[in-house]
């Protein structure tokens, strides 16, 4: 089945600084789409990117899908940005989100 | 904005024992899904549904797991004899079409003793 790997796995910033996480898959998608989950545990939904690039706030993604992978861009970071970032796709002909093993992110005052 | 919504939040229950998750999808959506995630790992896809039937499903999802949609706007996963190794977060969602994007609920932490 299709492959999905998130770098780093974990990542520790001082408030402000801006980060790039990245989400390489191994086989063409029809869904792409980045979480953030907090710590409660819910899963925060904040790009639908199969391909391009989308902005909200602080916030941006780029979709290169004939390379294989996917951007998140977080600027000026803030302490509640802290949490797990998930990358999941989706294949066409497949109903089934493939999440990888996220990037845990800090982000300390 | 709707949302979807999953009861209870927090459910303890005796190895052996039978519990139903319940979840109430976003209204005009398709697409059902049901995932877990155990704790520390990453989420797990168990099972779609589309047009009142299983569309997919993944190994995990064995003769253990059954889902349902009891009525227009629930959209239940039952585990018939849990185990501990059951214990996680389990996620529902829900999508208007096929590749469209999925809205997770809120989650249930199933704790199995």
């Known amino acids: 089945g299709i492959q999905v790997e998130q770098s780093p796995p974990d990542l520790i910033l001082q408030e402000g600084a801006n980060s790039t996480l990245r989400c390489n898959f191994s086989?063409?998608?029809?869904?792409l789409q980045w979480f953030h989950q907090n710590p409660w545990g819910q899963l925060i939904n904040l790009f639908y990117?199969?391909?391009g690039t989308k902005q909200n706030g602080r916030l941006s993604a780029t979709t290169v899908a004939t390379e294989r992978y996917s951007l998140l861009y977080i600027s000026s970071s803030q302490t509640t940005d802290s949490g797990v970032y998930f990358c999941?796709?989706?294949?066409?002909?497949?109903?089934?989100?493939?999440f990888g093993k996220g990037t845990k992110l800090t982000v300390n005052p | 904005e709707p949302e979807v919504t999953q009861t209870p939040s927090h459910q303890v229950t005796q190895m052996g024992q039978e519990v139903i998750l319940r979840c109430v999808p976003i209204?005009?959506?398709?697409?059902f899904y049901w995932y877990r995630q155990i704790l520390g790992q990453k989420v797990e896809f168990l099972v779609s549904?589309?047009?009142?039937?299983?569309?997919?499903k993944s190994e995990i999802f064995d003769d253990q797991f059954s889902v349902e949609r009891p009525d227009g706007s629930n959209f239940t996963l039952k585990i018939r004899s849990t185990k501990l190794e059951d214990s996680a977060m389990y996620f529902c969602?829900?999508?208007?079409?096929?590749?469209?994007?999925?809205?997770f609920g809120p989650g249930t932490r199933l704790t199995v003793l």
């Open positions: 969602a829900s999508s208007l079409n096929s590749g469209d994007t999925q809205y």
């Open positions: 086989d063409s998608v029809n869904n």
């Open positions: 990117i199969p391909s």
């Open positions: 999941a796709v989706g294949k066409g002909g497949s109903e089934k989100l493939v």
């Open positions: 209204s005009n959506h398709l697409y």
């Open positions: 549904f589309y047009n009142n039937e299983i569309s997919e």
